[in-house]
Nanobody, 115 residues
Framework: VQYAESGGGLVHPGGSLRLSCTASGFRFAGYIMSWYRQAPGKERELIATTMDRDGTTRYIDAVRGRFAGSRDDARSTLYLQMNSLRPEDTADYYC?????????WGQGTQVTVSS
């Protein structure tokens, strides 16, 4: 099982980024997928979960209304559209199958929100 995140970068407050995560080694369509982030000096936290059957996404309060998750099962890819970015969104972002704590993390993609 492998994950390859991409799309991060440096953005001004209020800006947008679209993250991608391509997974391999399992049948992507059959799994609930989640985005996580780890800010400097903090624990990694789950921020969004995209369901397998209907593609709906649930969010933590801190990102609800600003972030939008989606998936393309044909491409085994999970997406996170991030709008109205804030400095507190600065973190390394990762994806992984939800509940599969033994999956190794990918390299992540770094998001920096700064003026």
């Amino acid at each position: 099982v492998q994950y390859a995140e991409s799309g991060g970068g440096l953005v001004h407050p209020g800006g947008s980024l679209r993250l991608s995560c391509t997974a391999s080694g399992f049948r992507f369509a059959g799994y609930i997928m989640s985005w996580y982030r780890q800010a400097p000096g903090k624990e990694r936290e789950l921020i969004a979960t995209t369901m397998d059957r209907d593609g709906t996404t649930r969010y933590i309060d801190a990102v609800r209304g600003r972030f939008a998750g989606s998936r393309d099962d044909a491409r085994s890819t999970l997406y996170l559209q991030m709008n109205s970015l804030r400095p507190e969104d600065t973190a390394d972002y990762y994806c992984r199958r939800t509940f599969y704590d033994n999956d190794r993390w990918g390299q992540g993609t770094q998001v920096t929100v700064s003026s």
